[in-house]
């Protein structure tokens, strides 16, 4: 049927659109967790620009330093060249995230997306230890170039790239056979064996919260473990934190708590804090072999994205504040996901922080609540290899009662999917 306000998308986009397909209206202005449309429809916002909008839609303090820059001809475009706003960027990511945290890490600034921090990664790990391999883990997701593609699990993003994918390895992640950190006995078995018909790889890289792969949690024993074994065969230790980071799970980086020191670390998504395109690839100097201009990008150079980024981390990270709410919002978030894996035989609360969700044994049962949601003015994801899980990633800067009546549409969407008695009070 047609519709004269999406024919132009659904005639001249191309087939691949996507979130567009679940989510059929137009919007137009968004403010905090919500997004309206350009009929006045206001629609509570729990997929936060799929993690890259960790303070909310529009947020002023970002926004009010980005007119400025702008409205000041502030340069906006660079490439590598030296700018105030990136020296600003600099000086405040090294004072506030990597002192405190005793991290030395240069900073790479490579193309805009994640998938380019992704790709650098792995460019930078084959450079600097000679060798080609990088192992992965099962239901990865590290982005949708060759390279991240290669060490990606899913089967159908895989399959979009039209050619092999090399020089990558899949090893069980923490869960997947028996739960126990015996897990790693065969990757111990072949880097031990020159027998083994595996090279020694260049690198490992792992998402501590597998976000697209279904909300997969790493315990802390399994990932200590696995960079104690990368540190036993010189084998570097990437961490992917594109869509974990930036306070998604709870502290800064979604390693600190487990005591990590990874060799490379990737990061996107909310680095910019206002959903401006901006990556990061952060490298041990050991291992910062490039020569000038080796690695490079046209919009590496993002100068708005600096100020708003710069901005973000005085504003949220100087203090603990925003911890705090995320501690107090997560645990108001998995209580409710508590009531609603309950509705379901099977089902399991998954996730970490503020990127957590609900797997059903029903294979279809989260799409059809994602839909129920829609219907209620609540926009959610799915993610999981079958889409069996539902997503929720609300900003980290939302309030108790905001969060409450998301939440409250959540649970009458699954409770009308999985015929279970209406809410108390609906």
């Not at 790479?108 to 998938?115: D, E, M, V």
């Not at 593609?149 to 390895?169: D, E, I, M, Q, W």
């Not at 000038?292 to 600096?306: D, I, K, L, Q, S």
């Not at 708003?308 to 919002?329: F, P, S, V």
Request: with cysteine.
């Amino acid at each position: 049927m047609s519709n004269p306000a999406t024919d132009i998308f659904t005639t001249r986009e191309s087939e691949v659109r996507s979130y567009c397909r679940n989510w059929p209206v137009v919007f137009n202005t968004a403010k905090g967790p919500y997004q309206y449309t350009e009929d006045g429809e206001r629609y509570t916002d729990f997929f936060s620009g799929a993690g890259a909008l960790n303070y909310g839609h529009n947020n002023d303090i970002l926004k009010d330093v980005l007119l400025e820059y702008i409205s000041g001809d502030g340069v906006t475009h660079s490439m590598d060249m030296y700018t105030k706003a990136k020296r600003e960027f600099l000086e405040t990511f090294t004072d506030l995230i990597l002192t405190p945290r005793g991290m030395n890490h240069k900073i790479q600034f490579p193309g805009p997306t994640g998938t380019n921090a992704v790709e650098t990664a792995l460019k930078t790990a084959r450079k600097a230890t000679g060798r080609e391999d990088i192992v992965s883990f099962t239901n990865a997701f590290h982005g949708m170039t060759l390279g991240s593609l290669a060490v990606t699990g899913n089967a159908f993003k895989r399959s979009g790239a039209g050619t092999p994918l090399y020089h990558a390895t899949a090893a069980p992640y923490d869960d997947y056979i028996d739960g126990e950190t015996s897990d790693f006995a065969w990757l111990k078995r072949i880097w031990a064996d020159s027998s083994s018909g595996h090279s020694r790889p260049a690198a490992v890289i792992v998402e501590t919260v597998q976000g697209e792969g279904g909300l997969n949690a790493a315990r802390g024993q399994w990932l200590k473990e696995l960079q104690e074994l990368c540190r036993e065969h010189e084998v570097l230790l990437i961490v992917d934190d594109v869509q974990a980071g930036c306070g998604r799970t709870g502290k800064f980086f979604s390693f600190e708590d487990f005591g990590l020191d990874p060799d490379i670390i990737t990061l996107s998504k909310s680095i910019s804090g206002y959903g401006l395109p901006m990556a990061l690839t952060l490298i041990k100097p050991e291992i910062d072999d490039w020569e000038p201009g080796e690695h490079n990008g046209t919009f590496r150079g993002h100068n708005p994205a600096f100020v708003t980024g710069a901005k973000a981390l005085r504003t949220y990270w100087a203090d603990d504040e925003l911890e705090k709410n995320i501690a107090a919002r997560s645990e108001q978030l998995h209580t409710r996901l508590e009531v609603i894996a309950g509705l379901a035989e099977g089902s399991a609360v998954r996730g970490r922080g503020l990127l957590s969700g609900v797997a059903f044994a029903d294979l279809d049962a989260a799409d059809k609540i994602a839909a129920a949601a829609f219907q209620r003015k609540l926009l959610i994801e799915t993610s999981g290899s079958s889409d069996e899980v539902i997503k929720i990633m609300p900003p980290l800067t939302i309030t108790e009662d905001q969060f409450a009546d998301g939440l409250d549409l959540l649970e009458d969407a699954a409770r009308e999917v999985l015929g279970a008695p209406a809410r108390a009070g609906a």
